[in-house]
Structure formats: C-alpha cells, structure tokens
C-alpha cells in the first residue's frame, strides 16, 4: 500500500470565496474512494486538483509521488485518468467516438496532426467495446447519447493505462438500464488488481459501485469525514453533509438514501 494522492491543508480560494479550505485527504493505491457532497461542495474543484489541473491557493499536493508545483504536469497528466464534463466539452464535436479515446494518449482533445500507432487505435477500439460502445467508434462525438459519451469519456480515461483514475458524475444523464449497467462495469473494473486507484463523484448513492472501499463526505469546501464506507457512510454522517435529516440503507453492496418521514 502506498500513497497515489496525498493533500494536506489544500486551500483554494477565487475572490473572497472558499472553495475549499484546509483539505487533508490521502489515496493509497489499493483504494476506491466516493466523494459525496452538496452541490456546490467544491467535488470538482479537488477532483481538478487531484487531476492536476488545478493548482491551490495553499497547501501541498503529492500526486503520484510528484509535488504538484515542482513537476511538469504535461508529464504528469497522462499517468492520471479524468472524465469530467469539462473534458467532454473540450473534445471536439466532429471527432469520431474512437478519436476521442485515442488523442488521450496524447493528452490532447482534438486530433488533427499526430501520428498514431496502430496499437493505439487497437487499444481505443477494445476499450469501447469493452465498455459497451464500440459500436458507435465512428460516430462523431457530437451525435453520441449522453450515455454513450459518459461510457466514451470513462473509455478515454482509461486510455493511456492510468495509475490514477478520476470519474466526475459518470452516471449523471443515464438511464436506469445505462446506470445499473455502469455501476456493473465499474465494479467488475474495480474488482481487477491491477486497477489503478480511482476517485469517483457521484451525487447519488445509487452510484456507488459494490467493492468501492472508502468515502469523503465534502459540505462548504470542508472535509465533513472521510475514511472507510462501512463505518464513515452513515444515516448521520449523510444527515450532516447534506444539512437534512437523511436515512441510509444498505443492501447486497448498494447504497440509497431518503428524508427521514
Ligand atoms: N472561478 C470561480 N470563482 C468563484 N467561485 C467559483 C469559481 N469556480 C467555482 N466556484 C464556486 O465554487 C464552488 C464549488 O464548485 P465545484 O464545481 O467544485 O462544486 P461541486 O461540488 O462540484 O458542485 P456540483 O455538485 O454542482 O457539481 C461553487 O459554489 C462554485 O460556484
Ligand atoms: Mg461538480
């Protein structure tokens, strides 16, 4: 066990406002943590840290045993994986399905003067297929579902074979059939040792993929709690990150959650 990502007192501020403030939060690489949180909460904001896009107002970041300010994060950022709606947005509409994955070699969003192998077109093309979309390898980006790019940006994530994988809401914008499937692969992925580290937002518990191992709880920029599910994620905890009387249950490895009546 070792530390992939490791905070400490990471504060980041934009004018007078703090979006997060005084974070401590270490990843070991035999982890799979679930951020949960409010809207708003600044979820993405440490997942851009953690992705090394982001740098903090103050604080350190270890990243894959690189400080994050003292490495060229042109080096760093294709040893992490990231989907993030800011990812999809970036990716040029016009782009094939397949291109999308494959510029991710390359940490770039548009392809246009690269030489690519063709191991790297091999490698783009079973990861569609094995998250369910190489069907549509063809198809330009910006005809895709909203299912479909979620399963083509997790795809792309995992393209250059990651050590660290970062997944901003994969499951916003799906169906039931579309989630449950998610959920399905995600777990099967996780369950793989040699799976890299991963990070995964979600605003629903419903999310939350069986054999996911540890929870932060985020409210205003602060750390609410953060440590193993089974004994972090709790009807209490939930009540207090999301300032209402919550109540958990727990079923074959799944989550949900309502109001208490
Ligand atoms: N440049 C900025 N200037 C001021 N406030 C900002 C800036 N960028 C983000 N924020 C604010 O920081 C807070 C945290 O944003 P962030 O996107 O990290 O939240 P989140 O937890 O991911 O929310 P959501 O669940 O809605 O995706 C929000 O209140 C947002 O409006
Ligand atoms: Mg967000």
Known sequence: MSPVLSLSGVTVRRGRKLLLNNISWQ???DERWVILGPNGAGKTTLLQIAAARLFPTAGQVQILDEQLGAVDVFELRPRIGLSSNAIANSLPGHETALNAVVTAAY????RWREEYERFDEKRAFSLLNAWGVGTVFDRPFSTLSEGERKRVQIARALMTD?????LDEPGAGLDLAGREALVARTSELMADEAAPATVLVTHHLEEIPPGFTHV?????GEVV???PI????TSQSLSSTFDMPLELTERHGRYSAFMKQ
């Open 225 to 227: 709690d953060a440590g």
């Open 230 to 233: 089974s004994s972090i994620l």
């Open 27 to 29: 990843v070991n690489d």
């Open 162 to 166: 990651p050590e660290l994988l970062l």
């Open 107 to 110: 940490g770039v969003t548009g």
């Open 216 to 220: 932060l709880l985020l409210r205003d």
